[in-house]
């Protein structure tokens, strides 16, 4: 009875909530097998998730074949938290307290520094580290150089905390832009050097998965299109057969009935063209919807899409309702989601989607619904 009363309660709140669709993960995940079944599956649950909450983003993927962190303390996490699946630190260790820990937790890591590998080196013998060597292909932000693989390799077989054979993988920088020649090199440059290489070979990102088939190796290592997320500007997840996971929805809160010349919001830059209706929905960048976006960005009102209007403020965006007359107190606002793509919002709010859902605050609600066969309302949890 105090459950029901409770649930009731949190309905009629008017606060943001994201509902997280469990199943809708599951799906992606088999979506992917669907892609690339030859290939094993490290689930990327960085960022908390990408904003979904890394938790409970990985009980609805325990049929994913490992888990990528970008941290040690997020490993940490989830090893603190009962999550026994291998999980792969993407960024790796940055101090012999890191490495000790990633020893400590079965943290399986990735060696893309000298820094790191001199610290393999002074390592005592123990529990052996399952590693990943990272090769700078071409985006030049982590990896070593491909003429520098010999030498690494060399002093890696005489490291007493490192399992042989080591994992080989690179990271393509520009395999969301399908006309761009880069990714051909990247995969070139990568194949040369795995010729030489007895262990296993990752590569594909989400983009890699969707539109490089070449790139699909031994492991693939999706991140947004887990999520239901296209990694293309020019596309949504449901046109490559994905499910968007969040739905991110608040209320009205005012229904304000305004006059011609009448300014809305902060610097009051935006003007009624005419006598109007405008509402007011309880969301804002202090709950994560972007600051930036402009008038024009649509969210839907009862379904039905309508611009936003005026400055975003912290806790509150003002929308056209010119198109819906019957709009009341109350009524539901959907921000993006499943009847709203997240990638049309970010392309309207000059931003992408990765940032939109990563930047969900504490503030707002989370609702899990699908797998668990019930819906539980966790506002904290990540």
């Not at 005026?310 to 109350?330: C, E, F, H, N, Y």
Request: with cysteine; net charge negative.
């Amino acid at each position: 009875m105090r459950a029901e009363r409770l649930r009731r309660c949190n309905d009629a709140l008017c606060g943001a909530r994201a509902v997280i669709d469990l199943d809708a993960l599951a799906h992606n995940l088999q979506r992917i097998r669907e892609l690339a079944p030859d290939s094993r599956i490290m689930a990327v649950i960085k960022a908390d998730g990408y904003g979904h909450g890394a938790l409970r983003v990985a009980h609805a993927l325990m049929g994913a074949d490992a888990f990528g962190v970008a941290r040690v303390a997020e490993g940490m996490a989830l090893r603190s938290a009962g999550i026994r699946h291998k999980i792969v630190v993407l960024e790796g260790f940055s101090s012999p307290e890191e490495l000790i820990l990633v020893r400590e937790h079965g943290l399986d890591t990735v060696l893309h520094h000298p820094s790191q590998l001199e610290m393999l080196e002074q390592a005592p013998a123990g529990a052996t580290i399952l590693l990943w060597l990272k090769i700078d292909t071409g985006m030049h932000r982590l990896g070593f150089p491909p003429v520098a693989y010999g030498e690494i390799m060399a002093r890696l077989s005489g490291c007493a905390a490192v399992a042989m054979p080591v994992g080989l993988m690179t990271h393509l920088a520009s395999a969301d832009e399908l006309k761009n020649p880069q990714t051909s090199k990247q995969l070139a440059c990568f194949q040369a050097v795995a010729e030489q290489h007895s262990g296993q070979l990752s590569i594909a990102n989400s983009a890699g998965i969707l539109a490089w088939e070449q790139a699909h190796a031994d492991w693939l290592r999706p991140g947004i299109m887990l999520y239901g997320i296209s990694p293309f500007s020019e596309s949504t997840g449901g046109e490559h057969g994905l499910r968007p996971v969040m739905n991110f929805s608040t209320r009205l809160i005012a229904v304000n009935q305004l006059s011609r010349g009448d300014a809305v919001g902060y610097g009051g830059r935006w003007v009624c063209p005419e006598d109007m209706a405008v509402g007011v929905a309880a969301v804002g960048y202090g709950d994560g919807y972007p600051r930036h976006a402009t008038a024009g960005t649509p969210v839907l009102v009862n379904g039905e899409r309508v611009p936003l209007i005026g400055r975003v403020s912290m806790d509150m965006i003002s929308v056209d309702l010119r198109s819906q007359p019957t709009a009341r107190v109350g009524d539901p606002v959907l921000l993006w989601g499943a009847e709203l793509p997240v990638e049309v919002v970010a392309l309207a709010a000059n931003t992408i989607p990765y940032e939109l859902t990563c930047k969900l605050t504490n503030r707002v609600e989370r609702v899990e619904e699908g797998v668990v066969g019930l819906t539980r309302q966790d506002a904290r949890v990540s």
